[in-house]
């Protein structure tokens, strides 16, 4: 009954506009009194704050998110799109490819789906337009692609959250990303080409000059990000290390290349400390909520029924993928992720399946739902920059849905599109 009254409640709370990180606290602070009495709420909340968020595997999100401002506050993006530009934008659809591996890119450079969203909705729509694409296709495919993109290819915030919720590895997590990313490209690569054929999406040849000046800024942030994936892979360092050395490495390419100043560098230390407060509030919210939980024995309780119930661990995965895909629709990724988990997680687990590739699922999942409205946040991105209205930036987004669940079926089907990497690490 109680545990009935603070679900209700978290959802009012959620629906009226209280942010998750606080609607977390207050419920679940309510109802550890109400089930375990002020004691219980006093001695958990006096250390729940610290110990949550006291972990050096936990350090990880801020160094990866810095490293992400600095490279952002570099103005990398416009390079990275034009660099590809040159190289591919003369092939039919190489425009709408560009904007997919411009996006894989810059994905990689920054782990974060909005800000990849918000940036590259900025650059790629209007060239493509210019490129004789419709306004729709180009919103549709900035809004659905980068910003899944930006989650699967590491280094990843949501999967260093799941990985540190969890308790799994997460340099396993990171790598775990990469294929089906890599997947991801190629099928949204396909759909582009075989869209483009017969139609003039094309722009004017570069020469070969062109295309190897146009790497005079990109490649040394390249080259740092592949170090960084090289030391997580190989275990040269930790997760925490490797981004500890991309953020200062990041720092320094910015500060040569005469792309980043004083000013420039202290509005990306304050842009980090925001997104980390926030990320790291939802964090502390999610441990109270998941103490709830435990006290009132509903984590056990739907163990326990899920596995007297009858249902093959087939279907019990797809209703849990179909309770994922509805989620994404109304939240938004970390809240979600943060809320479910401590339900989730340990119903996966008792079912056989894989962590690792169980975390690379979840993301793409709840990644979908940030381009479905109503709440849809990439949507109303990629709308707000690039002035299309917002319903025929999800009309465009259509075909590409298909083909981020069609990328969901082949994950469930095929597992290895995420273990193979982490399992030979």
């Known amino acids: 009954m109680a545990a009935t009254f ?7 709370l959620l629906f009226i506009g209280m942010p998750i990180g606080f609607a977390l606290i207050f419920v679940g602070s309510l109802g550890i009194v109400i089930v375990g009495g002020i004691d219980a709420f006093l001695g958990i909340l006096s250390s729940t704050a610290y110990r949550s968020v006291n972990s050096f595997t936990l350090t990880t999100i801020p160094l990866f998110i810095l490293m992400a401002n600095f490279i952002a506050k570099s103005n990398i993006a416009k390079d990275l799109y034009n660099c590809i530009l040159k190289w591919i934008g003369h092939i039919p659809g190489g425009v709408g490819v560009s904007t997919v591996f411009a996006s894989a890119g810059f994905g990689t450079l920054s782990g974060s789906s909005i800000a990849a969203t918000s940036i590259m909705s900025k650059i790629c729509i209007p060239e493509m337009v210019r490129a004789n694409y419709k306004p729709t296709f180009s919103a549709g495919l900035v809004a659905s692609s980068t910003g899944t993109l930006a989650v699967l290819i590491p280094p990843s915030v949501p999967l260093i959250l799941y990985a540190v919720q969890t308790e799994t590895s997460i340099g396993k997590l990171l790598i775990a990303g990469i294929v ?12 582009i080409v ?7 999406t094309v722009i004017e040849k570069a020469t070969w000059t062109e295309r190897f000046q146009s790497l005079k800024f990109i490649w040394p942030m390249i080259v740092l990000v592949a170090i960084v994936l090289v030391i997580i892979y190989f275990g040269i360092a930790t997760s ?13 390419i910015g500060w040569l290349l005469k792309r980043l100043n004083k000013s420039a560098v202290v509005e990306a230390f304050k842009d980090a400390l925001q997104q980390t407060a926030m990320i790291f509030t939802i964090v502390i919210g999610g441990y109270i909520f ?10 056990q309780s739907m163990i326990t029924a899920i596995s007297e119930s009858g249902l093959s661990k087939w279907t019990i995965l797809f209703l849990i993928i179909l309770f994922y895909l509805i989620l994404g629709l109304f939240m938004d990724l970390i809240g979600s992720m943060i809320l479910t988990l401590p339900l989730v997680f340990p119903i996966i687990l008792s079912l056989g399946f894989d962590p690792v590739w169980f975390g690379v699922l979840v993301v793409l999942l709840l990644e979908i739902g940030l381009v479905t409205p109503p709440v849809g946040i990439n949507l109303f991105i990629t709308s707000k920059y690039s ?5 025929k930036v999800f009309y465009g987004s259509i075909p590409f849905i298909f083909l981020l669940l069609f990328l969901v079926l082949l994950i469930v089907v095929f597992p290895d599109l995420a273990l193979y990497l982490p399992n030979n690490m």
Do not use: M
Not at 194 to 200: A, R, T
């Open 194 to 200: 075989l869209s483009s054929l017969n139609k003039n």
């Open 180 to 191: 089906p990313g890599i997947v991801l490209a190629l099928l949204l690569t396909a759909f």
């Open 290 to 299: 998941a103490y709830f939980f435990t006290l009132s024995g509903v984590g």
């Open 240 to 252: 925490t290390e490797a981004a500890a050395f991309g953020a200062l490495g990041a720092l320094v």
């Open 6 to 12: 603070i679900i209700i409640l978290l959802l009012v």
């Open 387 to 391: 002035k299309i209205p917002v319903e």
